[in-house]
């Protein structure tokens, strides 16, 4: 679990709509789950699949690895090294510092075509995690000693994980206006949030005096050890629960509609807009744990050696000394008793427009208005989009987009034949990355960390149809 954390921290390789549906694929008519993008959006074929409908996964973030490593004697080091300026690193960061992960996988998903209408049934299990790191946590972590007392507010982690079963139907009202809607029956499988609404840090003797305002909550497959005979949590023993006897009555249970419609104003020009996922859950059995009134001590922060080729100190063993210290910043004590908690889910709007082109049908452009809303951890886009359809079986589509968290290009294609589709998509083309990191063997995004794909494959069962055909 420690590697995990640390790799989330970093690099956001752990994270909310639709659940890391990608948004580049709102005007590709082939890619047979649009209709999770615009509920009104009937697919061209009923289609059936089986685990590889859409499986989808998503990164996003307003910083970067470039943010926190950096190069130093043709190696990398992390931003507590002291050849690293501290203007150089804080400069980078935002108010707010945004991580997170989302992940989606469908399940079951059939759309059939009937006489009055399209109808879908979908079976997905959607995970997302996200991270909201201050400023101020890294000025404290970075510059410990220039200043005796440090303001850290609204510091924050959360992950919600549910499976959703969704029934939907689009149909024509008019030649030009379609509607759609869709219904979710929601179980929860984990949700866990650490929220620390204030910490203030003052300087005493040789020593930091912490004292907090926060709290964690825990519900489902999550577990919160506390240190042998007390009831502090021990941030070591957070896990999932291996023994299913431990789960009973911590799911959760919720319900949710998806709304949309599109309509054709003049010839060509189509305007489209979804409400996606609003609605709640409710979890049972769950666990709490808070802050107390009384300050705590804490040591600060290790000054992270370079990466030195002669000693053993690696990027790895450097994250892993900085996840350690984070660990003692935060004391929090396990409260007696459970609860049921109520909240919404993360609802998000899309607005879109369309234009095919007069001198050629087949080409269209297009813009997209995304907005999650998430509190802290909303996110915002807009999309320009340049759509070809040369022959039925063929699209392609790429766009340009800008968001709370920095540019990006993405791109769509879809190969719908008679018995297949198949789809595959971007909301960011990755072109920086790093060679695989010592001691984590991966690579990341350089720069911002923002990256998602999306594949699907379905089984096509009829002819191309669009709402509004005369048969």
């Known amino acids: 679990m420690k590697k995990i954390y640390l790799i989330l921290f970093f690099t956001t390789a752990l994270c909310l709509a639709g659940f890391a549906q990608t948004n580049s ?18 697919g061209s074929k009923s289609y059936f699949s089986l685990g590889t409908g859409n499986i989808s996964f998503a990164t996003r973030s307003n910083v970067g690895i470039s943010t926190f490593l950096y190069p130093y004697n043709g190696q990398l080091t992390t931003f507590m090294n002291g050849a690293v300026s501290s203007d150089e690193f804080l400069g980078k960061l935002h108010r707010k510092n945004i991580f997170g992960i989302d992940a989606n996988l469908n399940l079951i998903s059939v759309g059939a075509w009937g006489k009055h209408g399209f109808t879908t049934v979908d079976l997905n299990v959607k995970s997302s995690t996200a991270l909201n ?14 200043k005796q007392s440090y303001d850290i507010n609204n510091l924050g982690v959360r992950t919600r994980n549910y499976l ?63 240190k042998a005979g007390t009831n502090q949590v021990d941030f070591e ?23 949309g419609a599109s309509y054709e104003i003049i010839d060509g020009l189509t305007v489209s807009a979804a409400l996606l996922d609003l609605g709640l859950m409710s979890w049972g059995k769950s666990v709490t744990a808070r802050t107390d009134n009384t300050p705590w001590e ?13 000693s053993e100190n690696t990027i790895d063993s450097q994250l892993d000394a900085l996840g350690e210290d984070l660990k003692k910043l935060l004391i929090m004590y396990k409260e007696d008793g459970t609860g049921r908690k109520s909240e919404m889910l993360t609802a998000t709007l899309n607005i879109g427009a369309e ?14 208005y995304s907005n999650r809303f998430a509190k802290a951890y909303s996110k915002y886009e807009g999309r320009f989009f340049v759509n070809i359809h040369p022959v039925k079986w063929f699209e392609f589509s790429t766009n340009h987009g800008i968001s709370n968290h920095g540019s990006m290009w993405g791109a769509a294609l879809s190969f719908d034949f008679p018995g297949i589709s198949i789809f595959l998509g971007t909301d960011n083309i990755l072109c920086n990355v790093t060679p695989p990191l010592e001691g984590i063997g991966i690579s990341v995004p350089y720069g911002q960390a923002n990256f998602s794909v999306d594949f699907g494959l379905t089984f096509n069962l009829s002819k191309i149809r669009h709402l509004g055909d005369r048969r």
Do not use: C
């Open 237 to 259: 023993r957070i896990s999932f629960i291996e023994d299913i006897d431990d789960l009973s009555g911590g799911l959760g249970y919720g319900g949710a509609i998806d709304l």
């Open 164 to 226: 959703e079963l969704a029934i939907g139907h689009s149909h024509s009202i008019t030649e030009r206006l379609n509607v759609g809607v869709k219904v979710k029956v929601l179980l929860g499988i984990m949700n866990a949030e650490v929220n620390v609404d204030r910490m203030k840090i003052d300087m005493n003797g040789d020593k930091w005096s912490v004292n907090a305002d926060g709290s964690i909550y825990a519900a489902g497959l999550v577990d919160v050890g506390t």
């Open 133 to 146: 790191l201050p400023r101020d946590l890294f000025d404290f972590m970075k510059n410990a000693g220039q």
């Open 355 to 368: 234009y095919k082109m007069p001198f050629y049908k087949k080409l269209s452009a297009g813009f997209l």
């Open 25 to 42: 694929a709102y005007f590709t008519e082939g890619y047979k789950l649009r209709h999770q993008l615009n509920p009104a959006f009937a």
């Open 298 to 310: 804490f040591d600060g922060f290790d000054n992270i050696a370079i990466n030195d080729p002669e």
